[in-house]
């Protein structure tokens, strides 16, 4: 499709679990999860860890809840709602531009990551030319993925860190790595 991105080719490499880390503590799980993704970046820049993945955590997710009665009131459907969250997520290619030989690309990255965000988006102009936005007629939510997993260790809420070592690496090494990581 013209949307479509350059494939990319990656060599496959076996890798296998050389250590888990728990990242715990008490703190509203937001603020762990972001923690938890700090260290993962921190250790997987380590010159002996190839790969870090966190686990035991869940995915953020935001909710919209739509008021009938904002609906009503501003003459508004759930396709228009739906319709305007769509037009203000774009993200592909808009075209390209040919100068002196060269090709330039051109893509709209207009995507929302933050409820707020969402809550911004214009559904429609009155007709005395003010803005309805989504958060006038929805309540939206930064939140998470609902899942009755049970998130703990030594009774303290926590995210996993299973780093992981490819073919050829020196697990010890990756275990001092972490070590010397956690120590400081």
């Given at each position: 499709?013209?949307?479509?991105?350059?494939?990319?080719?990656?060599?496959?490499?076996?890798?296998?679990?050389?250590?888990?880390?728990?990242?715990?503590?008490d703190l509203p799980e937001r603020q762990l999860k972001d923690f938890a993704d700090r260290v993962r970046e921190d250790l997987q820049q380590l010159p002996?860890?190839?790969?870090?993945?966190?686990?035991?955590?869940?995915?953020?997710?935001?909710?919209?809840?739509?008021?009938?009665?904002?609906?009503?009131?501003?003459?508004?459907?759930?396709?228009?709602?739906?319709?305007?969250?769509?037009?203000?997520?774009?993200?592909?290619?808009?075209?390209?531009?040919?100068?002196?030989?060269?090709?330039?690309?051109?893509?709209?990255?207009?995507?929302?990551?933050?409820?707020?965000?969402?809550g911004e988006i214009v559904i429609k102009a009155t007709a005395n030319g003010?803005?309805?936005?989504?958060?006038?007629?929805?309540?939206?939510?930064?939140?998470?993925?609902?899942?009755?997993?049970?998130?703990?260790?030594?009774?303290?809420?926590?995210?996993?860190?299973?780093?992981?070592?490819?073919?050829?690496?020196?697990?010890?090494?990756?275990?001092?790595?972490?070590?010397?990581?956690?120590?400081?």
């Open positions: 499709p013209d949307s479509a991105e350059r494939p990319r080719v990656t060599q496959f490499r076996n890798s296998e679990q050389a250590a888990m880390v728990a990242v715990c503590g002996d860890i190839s790969v870090v993945y966190a686990t035991n955590t869940r995915d953020y997710e935001i909710s919209i809840e739509i008021s009938e009665a904002e609906l009503l009131k501003h003459n508004l459907t759930f396709g228009d709602i739906r319709d305007a969250i769509q037009r203000s997520s774009l993200n592909g290619a808009l075209g390209e531009i040919r100068l002196d030989g060269e090709e330039v690309r051109i893509r709209s990255i207009d995507k929302r990551y933050a409820g707020p965000e969402f003010q803005a309805v936005r989504l958060r006038d007629v929805a309540t939206v939510r930064d939140g998470f993925v609902e899942d009755d997993t049970y998130r703990s260790f030594n009774d303290a809420a926590c995210a996993m860190l299973r780093v992981e070592k490819a073919d050829g690496e020196d697990a010890i090494a990756s275990v001092d790595a972490i070590q010397d990581y956690i120590d400081q």
